[in-house]
């Protein structure tokens, strides 16, 4: 009894290494990419819920950097702030969107419009659930009216570039993407900033969830890697049909 028991759980430590060992990546992945971002963003809306004031850096950030303003920089950064907002990152999208579905890369396409519209709607649901009021340290150059946790411009640009890096990883794309987009990312936050329309909080949450949607996304639809040669190249089977599990 006791040698049959002890093969038993021999057969379970076998396959139990077995199977962390063939989905290791996929697990990394999703702690790293999934759960650290909501666990961080979880945080952060527990204590601005607690706490209507949200945290003692809020303010001190935005008050150093309301130091360097001036006239032009005023302009500058209400035109800038405008490539963040979901009104223009949605028709970029869709842009990229049309390009892929002349390629017949179907999954592909369902990702990007999946990811995008989820972040949009997450971000107008979480708004209205958290009712945070937008900081009021001096008069923006340009005033938002809605609720500010978490950021929508963060949202979206985070959204958009963590959606291109996931499709094209691993490939001479994602650098470039990666590092543009980084840049992207963070004017875009800073703008908000500079404005006086977010705390950083606000802005930190934002890139927070988004990462976490695109991949978490990514892992249930998963859209096939986009290569150097996309424009050439035919679209592997995965992309035009369902996969067995997606049939049931």
């Known amino acids: 009894m006791k040698s049959d028991f002890g093969k ?11 199977l962390l060992v063939a989905h290791w990546r996929s697990l990394l992945l ?11 963003f979880g945080l952060l809306a527990v204590k601005v819920w607690v706490n209507e004031g949200g945290f003692p850096w809020d303010e001190s ?4 950097i309301h130091q360097s303003s ?17 009104r223009t990152v949605i028709p970029v999208v869709s842009v990229i969107g049309l390009v892929f579905l002349a390629l017949r890369r179907w999954r592909t396409v369902t990702y990007l419009l999946t990811t995008a519209l989820g972040s949009i709607i997450i971000n107008r649901t979480t708004k209205e659930f958290m009712h945070r009021i937008r ?12 609720f500010s946790f978490p950021s929508g411009h963060a949202m979206t640009s985070m959204t958009l570039v963590a959606a291109l890096v996931i ?19 963070l004017v875009i936050g800073w703008t908000r900033l500079y404005l006086g329309v977010h705390f950083p909080s606000d802005i ?9 949607w695109a991949i978490g996304v990514s892992l249930i639809i998963k859209p096939h890697l986009i290569q150097a040669g996309v424009i050439t190249e ?11 599990d997606e049939t049931e």
Request: some cysteine.
């Open 61 to 64: 950030i935005l008050v150093a």
């Open 8 to 18: 038993l759980g021999q057969s379970f430590v076998n396959f139990f290494r077995q």
């Open 70 to 86: 001036q006239v032009q920089l005023d302009v500058f950064a209400a035109r800038l702030t405008k490539l963040g907002s979901s």
């Open 234 to 244: 035919a679209p592997p089977v995965e992309e035009t049909t369902l996969l067995p």
């Open 167 to 185: 499709l094209t990883w691993g490939s001479v794309w994602c650098w470039l993407i990666l590092i543009v987009g980084s840049l992207f990312v």
């Open 30 to 40: 999703l702690s790293i990419g999934v759960y650290l971002p909501l666990q961080i």
């Open 135 to 146: 900081p009021h340290l001096w008069e923006s150059p340009s005033p938002e009216l809605d």
């Open 204 to 212: 930190l949450a934002g890139w927070m969830v988004s990462v976490a």
